[in-house]
């Protein structure tokens, strides 16, 4: 069963924009962080922005100004909203959740977002 299951990828213009949802498993014991990163092809994964579970966000510096990440408790979901994309921001996305409870950090499987024209 996965435990958490990303969507809202895809093809985008350059300066278009995306919403990535990631909703998590109501099995997971707790969650406390919630987080997008990505990877693009050779590259190491990389933090794009994470939420606390009292909201509070942070962002790396490509992000920010461009992204916003924000998430429903009540829902155990998390969104990334992505703004003025560029062809650099092309990569495999990954949502993820810390459970502080048990120590264990949980990861989607991904999903594309292509920005080209």
């Known amino acids: 069963q996965a435990q958490m299951v990303e969507s809202g990828g895809g093809l985008v213009q350059p300066g278009g924009s995306l919403r990535l949802s990631c909703a998590a498993s109501?099995?997971?014991?707790?969650?406390?962080?919630m987080g997008w990163y990505r990877q693009a092809p050779g590259k190491q994964r990389e933090l794009v922005a994470s939420?606390?579970?009292?909201?509070?966000?942070s962002y790396s510096d490509f992000a920010k100004g461009r992204f916003t990440i924000y998430r429903d408790n009540a829902k155990i979901m998390v969104y990334l909203q992505m703004n003025s994309l560029k062809p650099e921001d092309t990569a495999v996305y990954y949502c993820?959740?810390?459970?502080?409870?048990?120590?264990?950090?949980?990861w989607g499987q991904g999903t594309q977002v292509t920005v080209s024209s």
């Open positions: 109501p099995s997971i014991f707790s969650i406390g962080t």
């Open positions: 939420v606390t579970g009292g909201g509070s966000a």
């Open positions: 993820n959740a810390e459970d502080p409870l048990t120590a264990t950090t949980y």
